[in-house]
């Protein structure tokens, strides 16, 4: 089984269940003891608490010859203690609990505590994973910001850091109304976790049925690496490339307007009088930029191209989310909440974010709030937004002003032109500007 909180999980199998696999395990449970006195609702029941330990103790003596004398010296304490008051507090309930069970040899014991690296957790079980890391490597971490001993505690053991020859691991939690829990652990001596190489390489084949079949971690998951999986993915993948995707057509009326500029340009043009000369110039100087030759549509067609499709940023977004979660794509809904069902916290979020933006080249924003986006399809919808910003009315408008004062690029809708080019009637609407400009037939009348 795997016994776990909010943030560890613990193996917990037979040894030869462990040893099919050609491993070996890193400690052994030695007896473990919940119980709850009912004694208060927030206080600490000490004596009960010191009743407890001793009892745990009494039955791994029982059951596997051990003597806690011998124990004391070669055992860390990974305590509970939430730095509160010694009196009435969980300091002043453990040690009480340690100087009943060990008597005299209780400052042998190594005492170590991690809160205040953690501060407090909620049901993470952040102890369990580290009281197990102290057996495998036999060292302990520093008891942090200890700078004086409680006197009222006595004499204790407290760790300062390093290297400690411990065998056993006592690890106790106390929780509200008076309940109280505890594991005796003993180191599992020998040296790599991998003990059989060649039998660990054979179960994989085994539970596989294959005999090519390989470990993999992925994500922190371990699981059996599939070349077909693998295939898929890359086929998706290629699938969805942008180079693929086809650019969305010219609308008919702007290809209808352009065409009827190339015609009005193409007609031949009698000898004029004056005026209608200056007229006709400006005509043509603003209409060839639209139509004229190999440079007409550079600009904005290159742009266009620039700014993927709603499918193509989709797709992106959930491969980062997938890679951020270990979730498949497939499996990533869009109206899934990023923090209660994909357990993404703020600041996975905030990560996750600022690669969406280094994708599609969003700039920053100091004033984004993580909570008006909490889920896939709000992210999405914001990406969408910014690339609709930046790719689509920037472009078309803010590039047309540049293009037509240059005269050198051609400008892809004809519409958005025209008010600039109509002399005096710039600033009327598209129909009334494209009406006051006089056509070829016109200028010859």
Same mark, same amino acid.
């Given at each position: 089984?795997?016994?776990?909180?909010?943030?560890?999980?613990?193996?917990?199998?037979?040894?030869?269940?462990?040893?099919?696999?050609?491993?070996?395990?890193?400690?052994?449970? &030695?007896?473990?003891?919940?119980?709850?006195?009912?004694?208060?609702?927030?206080?600490?029941?000490?004596?009960?608490?010191?009743?407890?330990?001793?009892?745990?103790?009494s039955q791994v003596?029982?059951?596997?010859?051990?003597?806690? @004398?011998?124990?004391?010296?070669?055992?860390?304490?990974?305590?509970?203690?939430?730095?509160?008051?010694?009196?009435?507090?969980? =300091?002043?309930?453990?040690?009480?609990?340690?100087?009943?069970?060990?008597?005299?040899?209780?400052?042998?014991?190594?005492? =170590?505590?991690?809160?205040?690296?953690?501060?407090?957790?909620?049901?993470?079980?952040?102890?369990? *994973?580290?009281?197990? @890391?102290?057996?495998?490597?036999?060292?302990?971490?520093?008891?942090?910001?200890?700078?004086?001993? !409680?006197?009222?505690?006595?004499?204790?053991? &407290?760790?300062?850091?390093?290297?400690?020859?411990?065998?056993?691991?006592?690890?106790?939690?106390?929780?509200?109304?008076? /309940?109280?829990?505890?594991?005796?652990?003993? @180191?599992?001596?020998?040296?790599?976790?991998?003990?059989?190489?060649?039998?660990?390489?054979?179960?994989? +084949?085994?539970?596989?049925?294959?005999?090519?079949?390989?470990?993999?971690?992925?994500?922190?998951?371990?699981? #059996?690496?599939?070349?077909? %999986?693998? $295939?898929?993915?890359?086929?998706?993948?290629?699938?969805?490339?942008?180079?693929?995707? /086809?650019?969305?057509?010219?609308?008919?009326?702007?290809?209808?307007?352009?065409?009827?500029?190339?015609?009005?340009?193409?007609?031949?043009?009698?000898?004029?009088?004056?005026?209608?000369?200056?007229?006709?110039?400006?005509?043509?100087?603003?209409?060839?930029?639209?139509?004229?030759?190999?440079?007409?549509?550079?600009?904005?067609?290159? =742009? =266009?191209?620039?700014?993927?499709?709603?499918?193509?940023?989709?797709?992106?977004?959930?491969? #980062?989310?997938?890679? @951020?979660?270990?979730?498949?794509?497939?499996?990533?809904?869009? !109206?899934?909440?990023?923090?209660?069902? $994909?357990? #993404?916290?703020?600041?996975?979020?905030?990560?996750?974010?600022?690669?969406?933006? +280094?994708?599609?080249?969003?700039?920053?924003?100091? !004033?984004?709030? &993580?909570? !008006?986006?909490?889920?896939?399809?709000?992210? #999405?919808?914001?990406?969408?937004?910014?690339?609709?910003?930046?790719?689509?009315?920037?472009?078309? *408008?803010?590039?047309?002003?540049?293009?037509?004062?240059?005269?050198?690029?051609?400008?892809?809708?004809?519409?958005?032109?025209?008010?600039?080019v109509a002399g005096?009637? +710039?600033?009327?609407p598209v129909e009334?500007?494209? %009406?006051?400009?006089?056509?070829?037939?016109?200028?010859?009348?």
């Amino acid at each position: 089984m795997i016994p776990g909180m909010g943030a560890v999980g613990l193996v917990v199998e037979e040894e030869d269940a462990c040893a099919q696999r050609g491993m070996r395990g890193i400690a052994r449970l &030695l007896g473990s003891v919940l119980a709850n006195s009912a004694y208060h609702g927030t206080r600490l029941d000490t004596e009960h608490i010191a009743e407890m330990m001793d009892r745990l103790v009494s039955q791994v003596e029982r059951e596997h010859g051990l003597d806690r @004398k011998q124990l004391a010296g070669q055992t860390v304490f990974v305590s509970h203690e939430t730095y509160t008051p010694a009196r009435g507090g969980s =300091a002043a309930a453990e040690i009480k609990a340690l100087r009943r069970t060990f008597g005299d040899r209780a400052d042998e014991v190594v005492v =170590a505590n991690t809160k205040g690296y953690t501060g407090h957790p909620m049901g993470v079980g952040i102890e369990d *994973a580290v009281a197990v @890391k102290m057996l495998e490597r036999e060292t302990v971490p520093p008891i942090p910001n200890l700078q004086e001993p !409680d006197p009222e505690l006595g004499r204790l053991n &407290l760790s300062r850091g390093g290297h400690y020859d411990v065998r056993y691991a006592l690890r106790l939690a106390a929780g509200f109304g008076s /309940q109280v829990t505890m594991t005796l652990m003993e @180191k599992i001596p020998g040296g790599e976790r991998i003990a059989d190489r060649e039998r660990h390489q054979a179960w994989p +084949a085994e539970i596989a049925g294959r005999p090519d079949a390989r470990l993999e971690v992925v994500n922190k998951t371990l699981r #059996i690496h599939d070349e077909a %999986a693998g $295939l898929m993915e890359q086929h998706r993948n290629a699938g969805a490339a942008p180079a693929e995707r /086809q650019q969305p057509a010219v609308e008919p009326a702007v290809t209808e307007k352009r065409q009827q500029v190339v015609e009005t340009g193409a007609k031949e043009q009698p000898p004029v009088t004056e005026p209608a000369a200056e007229t006709t110039e400006e005509v043509t100087a603003t209409t060839e930029p639209q139509v004229a030759g190999e440079e007409a549509g550079k600009p904005v067609e290159a =742009a =266009a191209a620039a700014v993927p499709g709603a499918e193509e940023v989709r797709e992106k977004i959930l491969a #980062i989310v997938a890679e @951020k979660t270990g979730y498949p794509p497939e499996m990533l809904e869009l !109206d899934l909440d990023l923090e209660a069902d $994909l357990g #993404i916290d703020t600041v996975k979020q905030a990560e996750m974010f600022s690669e969406v933006r +280094a994708a599609f080249g969003i700039p920053k924003q100091d !004033d984004l709030k &993580l909570s !008006d986006y909490p889920t896939l399809g709000h992210i #999405i919808e914001f990406a969408l937004g910014k690339l609709g910003e930046a790719g689509g009315g920037a472009v078309t *408008a803010a590039g047309a002003e540049e293009q037509v004062a240059g005269k050198t690029a051609g400008e892809e809708v004809t519409a958005t032109t025209e008010p600039q080019v109509a002399g005096e009637e +710039a600033g009327k609407p598209v129909e009334a500007a494209a %009406a006051a400009v006089p056509g070829a037939e016109e200028v010859r009348e």
